[in-house]
C-alpha cells in the first residue's frame, strides 16, 4: 500500500524562526517519486520541488531547504527565517512510476507564520 | 506564460443548474487534469486528459461531464449537483503524458463551487 503521513496538522511560528515540515511515506516500490507543493489562501497549488527515489542528495533552494532519507522513509521540509508570505497548506506527495502515477497526497500541513 | 487559469474564481448554483467550470493553459502542455478538493483535505484526482483524449475517470458520478476541446482547454460540464459537491475545483496541466511519473503538474487557482 502506498501512504503518506504528514503528522503535523497545523504549527505557528514567529517570523524568522526555522521550521521544519515532517512527511514520512510507505511504498513497496523501488522507485517513486516525492513532491512538495504549497497552497496559499488563494488556492493554487504551487509546485516547489521533485525528487526521485535514486536521489538522496538534499537541495537547497533559497530559503528551503529538503532533507530525503530514505533509511527512514522521510522527505522533510526546512524554511529557514520564515516569513509570512510563507504562511499556507503544504502537501507532500507520493508518485509511482507504474500504473496510473496519479499523486498519493498527504493530509497537508497548514503553516502560519506570525509578524 | 506559465499560468493555469480557472473561471470562474465562485460559483453557487442550485442543485437542478446547469453550469461549466473553464480551464485555460498557454504553456504547451499535453495532460490536463481536473481535482476536487474539500475543506482541509488534499486534492482528489477526478478526470485525465491526455493529448485531448479522457485518459482517466477516477469513477466520478455522471453528473460531472469533462470536456477537453482543445489541447488548451479544458471544462467540467455541471448538472443536478448535490450539496456535498460543494468544494475547491482545482485545473492542472504538465508538460508530458500523464504516464510519465516525473513530470510536475501546474494548478490553477481553482473554482470554489457552492450547491445549494
Known amino acids: 500500500a502506498q501512504k503518506v503521513t504528514q503528522a503535523q496538522t497545523e504549527i505557528s511560528v514567529v517570523e524568522k524562526e526555522d521550521v521544519t515540515l515532517d512527511c514520512v511515506y510507505e511504498t513497496r516500490d523501488t522507485t517513486y517519486y516525492l513532491f512538495w507543493y504549497k497552497q496559499p489562501p488563494s488556492g493554487e497549488l504551487v509546485f516547489l520541488i521533485r525528487r526521485n527515489s535514486f536521489d538522496e542528495q538534499n537541495e537547497i533552494s533559497g530559503r528551503y531547504s529538503w532533507n530525503f532519507q530514505k533509511s527512514t522513509s522521510s522527505f522533510n521540509f526546512t524554511i529557514t527565517a520564515s516569513q509570512v508570505v510563507d504562511s499556507a497548506v503544504y502537501f507532500c506527495a507520493l508518485r509511482k512510476t507504474s500504473g496510473t502515477y496519479k499523486y498519493i497526497f498527504g493530509t497537508g500541513t497548514r503553516l502560519k507564520v506570525l509578524a | 506564460d506559465t499560468e493555469v487559469t480557472q473561471t470562474p474564481k465562485h460559483l453557487v448554483m442550485g442543485m437542478t443548474n446547469k453550469k461549466s467550470l473553464k480551464c485555460e493553459q498557454h504553456m504547451g502542455h499535453r495532460a490536463m487534469y481536473w481535482y476536487k478538493q474539500k475543506a482541509k483535505k488534499p486534492p482528489e484526482l477526478m478526470f485525465v486528459?491526455?493529448?485531448?483524449?479522457?485518459?482517466i475517470n477516477e469513477s466520478v458520478p455522471s453528473r460531472f461531464s469533462p470536456e477537453c476541446p482543445n489541447s488548451s482547454l479544458l471544462n467540467l460540464h455541471l448538472h443536478a449537483l448535490q450539496p456535498e459537491d460543494s468544494a475547491l475545483y482545482l485545473c492542472a496541466s504538465s508538460s508530458r503524458a500523464m504516464r510519465e511519473p516525473d513530470n510536475e503538474q501546474f494548478f490553477g487557482p481553482g473554482t470554489r463551487l457552492t450547491v445549494l
Open positions: 486528459y491526455s493529448y485531448e483524449k479522457l485518459s
